[in-house]
């Protein structure tokens, strides 16, 4: 029993250290979850800051998400809206990109896109991007089937300077439906310290070394079959 705590401790120590490297990191983007409206944001084209309550079959909503959120192509608009907001990076330093996007559509069956993109402010240099698409069938109107995707990606900064862009897509559709954007966040990946890493590899390494010993101990105190004769 001492062994296998033992053997759990070093684990969890490890899973730890890992664990740590993003937890505490802070979120560069400011008014993540528009509960300020569109304040720290810029946008251009058909879209708007809302709350959840207006879209009624969502709600109630998880206090994750707070009470607003910002939908493009809202009032059967033309799908052009480019929402934006710029935060200071170091260059050559490693950043982690999350939001949630849904398709809210209250009957037929509709498309809702938008691209994410992170540029270099000073010369508009795309440092990467990934396109979010939520198709459906018919009515999909809830919080839980519209808000139920991540989409996560990652960019390594060449400025002092980043800009995060969400560009809705032409072939989002318009009639009765619209994309809903929510939980932005841009984080630092943190590299563990060396010394860090050192006692994560040392403690993974110790727990499959207890693990082997044990097996080889119990191989060894196992009763040897006896051959009938």
Request: glycine fraction near 6%; charge should be negative.
């Amino acid at each position: 029993m001492k062994r296998n705590f033992i053997t759990v401790s070093l684990a969890l120590t490890a899973l730890t250290i890992v664990s740590s490297t993003t937890v505490n990191a802070q979120n560069l983007t400011i008014n993540p979850g528009f509960e300020s409206g569109i304040n720290s944001w810029t946008l251009s084209g058909s879209g708007r800051s809302d709350t959840y309550a207006f879209y009624r079959d969502m709600t109630p909503t998880p206090p994750a998400f707070g009470s607003q959120l910002f939908a493009f192509n809202t009032g059967d608009g033309t799908p052009n809206a480019v929402l934006s907001q710029s935060f200071a990076t170091t260059p050559g330093a490693a950043y982690s990109v999350s939001f949630v996007f849904g398709n809210y559509s209250t009957s037929q069956p509709s498309t809702q896109s938008i691209t994410a993109d992170v540029l270099n402010t000073a010369d508009g240099a795309v440092l990467n991007s990934v396109i979010a698409t939520d198709s459906v069938p018919g009515r999909q109107s809830t919080f839980d089937a519209v808000m139920d995707t991540t989409n996560i990606f990652s960019f390594t900064a060449t400025g002092v300077n980043s800009t995060l862009r969400f560009a809705d897509s032409p072939i989002s559709s318009t009639e009765s439906t619209d994309g809903i954007l929510d939980n932005v966040s841009v984080v630092a990946v943190v590299v563990p310290e060396a010394g860090s890493l050192v006692l994560v590899l040392s403690a993974l390494a110790l727990v499959g070394a207890i693990a082997t010993v044990r097996l080889r101990c119990e191989n060894h105190l196992r009763p040897t079959p006896r051959i009938p004769r």
